[in-house]
């Protein structure tokens, strides 16, 4: 079965601090891809990052930098430095060549005090 | 921004009225998708297209049609609605994977969302 789970519902921190958000997912695909998607307060879905399961580098971009370990069967994501701009919800997601489907976490709602 | 547009944004309806959302774009990708999104769950998949005419199920089917007489549309249809289909509906498109010659996916990009009602 696949499955996506972003076990932190809600985080609060304050401007400046580093924050991490957390995804386990499931699955027995030996190809898959993992994605990050931001929706902030105003309600689009914005796509930030995808890994495929052979790349397992991390990557920085910016205040933004994910960790990809498939021995945890994990995809964090850490925002370095925090921002009010920052406040939104965070989805992880994973793709599964099997079944073509996306599938996603709960997501976790990141509040950034100014 | 990926040319995706829904329509309507917001809807009120009444228990027991069918409703249809609409979801069109302008990039001229094949792949389509329909999902919901409700508090503690995500997204969730509702229906999926890889085509004109070419649809199928995904997690959460029950009480929804789609249909994709153009690569550009692709509508959702809630037939009765009820009280369990409130919820923020999102439209996606995707490219197909590439002819590359290795397994890869594009990522999906999404539509504005259609926030339903149903009283």
């Known amino acids: 079965a696949q499955k996506v789970t972003q076990a932190q519902t809600e985080i609060s921190v304050v401007e400046k601090e580093d924050v991490t958000l957390d995804c386990v997912y499931e699955t027995r695909d030996t190809t898959y891809y993992l994605f990050w998607y931001k929706q902030p307060p105003s309600g689009e879905l914005v796509f930030l990052i995808r890994?495929?399961?052979?790349?397992?580098q991390n990557e920085i971009s910016g205040r933004y930098s994910w960790n990809f370990q498939k021995s945890t069967s994990s995809f964090n994501f850490t925002i370095t430095a925090s921002q009010v701009v920052d406040s939104a919800v965070y989805f992880c997601?994973?793709?599964?060549?099997?079944?073509?489907?996306?599938?996603f976490g709960q997501g976790t709602t990141l509040q950034v005090k100014p | 921004d990926a040319g995706i547009t829904q329509s309507p944004r917001h809807k009120v309806t009444e228990t027991g009225t069918p409703v249809t959302l609409r979801c069109h774009q302008t990039?001229?990708?094949?792949?389509m998708y329909w999902y919901r999104q409700d508090p503690g769950h995500g997204l969730r998949l509702i229906h999926y297209s890889y085509g004109v005419k070419d649809t199928d199920k995904g997690e959460v089917s029950d009480g929804y049609s789609v249909s994709r007489s153009k690569t550009e549309d692709f509508l959702l249809t809630l037939e009765s609605a009820t009280s369990s289909q409130t919820s923020v509906y999102f439209c996606?498109?995707?490219?197909?994977?590439?002819?590359?010659?290795?397994?890869?996916?594009?990522?999906?990009?999404f539509g504005p969302g259609t926030r339903l009602t149903v009283l």
């Open positions: 890994r495929n399961s052979f790349d397992e």
């Open positions: 996606a498109i995707s490219a197909p994977p590439s002819a590359a010659g290795v397994d890869s996916y594009n990522e999906q990009f």
């Open positions: 990039e001229n990708h094949r792949y």
């Open positions: 997601a994973l793709f599964s060549s099997n079944t073509g489907k996306l599938i």
